[in-house]
């Protein structure tokens, strides 16, 4: 059924064969990625981020961030924030993560323990798969606005829209997400 509880993550090999499972209590998790042996899930509907291994033992939640004693969406980032809706957390090559927290219009670059160390949180709107180029840009799929946009890395400026609106208000991209 379509009530977002018991979400699974399912790794399959080429043939389309279920290869791995996880359950684990997730409530509409919008991304997973391997980082080693391990599995990162943006557990949206939980406000969370976790890392597990493929024993299913999670080896760190954001609900544990500042203090948050590891009730769900209650991590704290180092600069304050909470996690709202965290649809994404990519893994970079620093070891640290790319979360897109959609609920506050922002995305962060923060480590295991919620540390952040670079944020945006200007002219996107319940964004998604937010990834930074080579040159440090952020390049983000804009969903509310309808639009793909590249902000500057000092998140001045965007350098690059495509989509948006027409002169009557129609957006030209409906609700991208990647």
Same mark, same amino acid.
């Given at each position: 059924?379509?009530?977002?509880?018991?979400a699974?993550?399912?790794?399959?090999?080429?043939? &389309?064969?279920? %290869?791995?499972?996880?359950?684990?209590?997730l409530?509409? @998790?919008?991304? +997973?990625? /391997?980082?080693? #042996?391990?599995?990162v899930?943006?557990?949206?509907?939980n406000?969370?981020?976790i890392?597990?291994?493929?024993?299913?033992?999670?080896l760190?939640?954001?609900?544990?961030?500042?203090?948050?004693?590891?009730?769900? &969406?209650q991590? %704290?980032?180092?600069?304050?924030?909470?996690?709202?809706? @965290?649809?994404? +957390?990519? /893994?970079?090559p #620093?070891?640290?993560?790319?979360?897109?927290?959609?609920?506050?219009?922002?995305?962060?670059?923060?480590?295991?323990?919620?540390?952040?160390?670079?944020?945006?949180?200007r002219f996107?709107?319940?964004?998604?798969?937010p990834?930074?180029?080579?040159?440090?840009?952020?390049?983000?799929a804009?969903?509310?606005?309808?639009?793909?946009?590249?902000?500057?890395?000092?998140?001045?400026?965007?350098?690059?829209?495509?989509?948006?609106?027409?002169?009557?208000?129609?957006?030209?991209?409906?609700?991208p997400?990647?």
């Amino acid at each position: 059924n379509w009530n977002r509880k018991g979400a699974k993550i399912v790794e399959m090999n080429q043939s &389309g064969t279920p %290869i791995w499972v996880y359950t684990g209590g997730l409530v509409f @998790p919008h991304a +997973a990625y /391997p980082v080693g #042996n391990n599995i990162v899930i943006a557990d949206t509907g939980n406000d969370r981020v976790i890392e597990i291994n493929r024993q299913g033992k999670t080896l760190w939640d954001s609900d544990y961030f500042g203090g948050g004693k590891g009730y769900l &969406g209650q991590g %704290i980032l180092s600069n304050g924030a909470k996690l709202l809706y @965290p649809n994404d +957390a990519f /893994p970079l090559p #620093n070891g640290h993560f790319l979360v897109s927290s959609r609920f506050t219009n922002s995305v962060y670059e923060i480590n295991q323990t919620g540390k952040v160390f670079w944020s945006c949180s200007r002219f996107m709107s319940r964004q998604h798969n937010p990834r930074l180029l080579p040159n440090g840009n952020l390049i983000v799929a804009d969903s509310d606005n309808g639009r793909a946009i590249i902000i500057n890395h000092s998140c001045t400026k965007i350098v690059f829209n495509y989509g948006g609106t027409d002169l009557s208000g129609v957006p030209r991209l409906l609700w991208p997400r990647s």
